[in-house]
């Protein structure tokens, strides 16, 4: 079946740490997502990308970087410039940015102590 | 610019009866509007979406929502809650390069 494979689902790094969330899709989507969900703040957008090679901020980048080398493959990287990196990590997927549908993965939840 | 405002961090209603979940929002381009369901430490289901045609939009498990640009509004409803229903649900809204969510609305159905 075709879908978004987020891992790991528990992830714990001590402060100071860069630590990288990994998202596959098998979809044959051209945009890809991370979103970070904080409870009663909803989705807030980290970065998309709408092409491989190429990706955009959103609206908290401040902290993360992320690459997109495959089709397939989006990964987060959460460093330690990120003041309160503890937070519920979606990644998600969509033919056309904007319009389309979003699927999403499963999430990472990241505590950093 | 485009925003989403969810009515109601919680609502709770009794199993059996009406489910209105509030949404509005605002957009400067005619705008994709969608609904999802989230249930605790999973990712986000689609249940419906607007994006051009008929302003009522049908969606799975019962649910639907309408379209109304006068009001600017896309409220989800069901007729009749489950207790399945409980979860957290979240409207969205398109148009640009990505997509806006609402705060969440979490669902709480009673016996």
């Known amino acids: 079946d075709g879908g978004i494979t987020q891992s790991p689902k528990y992830l714990f790094r001590k402060e100071g740490q860069n630590v990288t969330l990994s998202c596959e899709q098998n979809?044959?989507?051209?945009?890809m997502y991370w979103y970070r969900q904080d409870p009663g703040q909803g989705l807030r957008l980290i970065y998309y990308?709408?092409?491989?090679?190429?990706?955009q901020k959103g609206d908290i980048a401040e902290g993360y970087s992320v690459s997109r080398e495959k089709k397939e493959s989006f990964p987060l990287t959460v460093t330690s410039a990120q003041k309160n990196p503890t937070a519920f990590y979606l990644c998600?997927?969509?033919?056309?940015?904007?319009?389309?549908?979003?699927?999403f993965g499963n999430g990472t939840r990241l505590t950093v102590t | 610019a485009q925003s989403v405002t969810q009515l109601g961090s919680h609502v709770s209603v009794s199993e059996g009866a009406l489910v209105l979940l509030r949404c509005n929002y605002s957009?400067?381009?005619?705008?994709?509007l969608f609904w999802y369901v989230q249930y605790p430490n999973q990712g986000l289901q689609l249940l419906l979406k607007?994006?051009?045609?008929?302003?009522l939009v049908k969606g799975i498990n019962g649910f639907e929502a309408e379209f109304k640009k006068s009001e600017t509004s896309f409220h989800l409803t069901k007729p009749s809650a489950h207790m399945s229903d409980a979860a957290e649900y979240f409207c969205?809204?398109?148009?640009?390069?990505?997509?806006?969510f609402g705060t969440g609305t979490q669902l709480k159905v009673e016996l």
């Open positions: 990308s709408q092409i491989v090679n190429d990706f």
């Open positions: 998600a997927s969509s033919i056309v940015t904007g319009q389309s549908p979003l699927h």
């Open positions: 957009s400067s381009v005619p705008p994709y």
């Open positions: 969205a809204v398109g148009g640009g390069n990505k997509l806006t």
């Open positions: 979809l044959n989507h051209d945009a």
């Open positions: 607007y994006t051009t045609g008929a302003t």
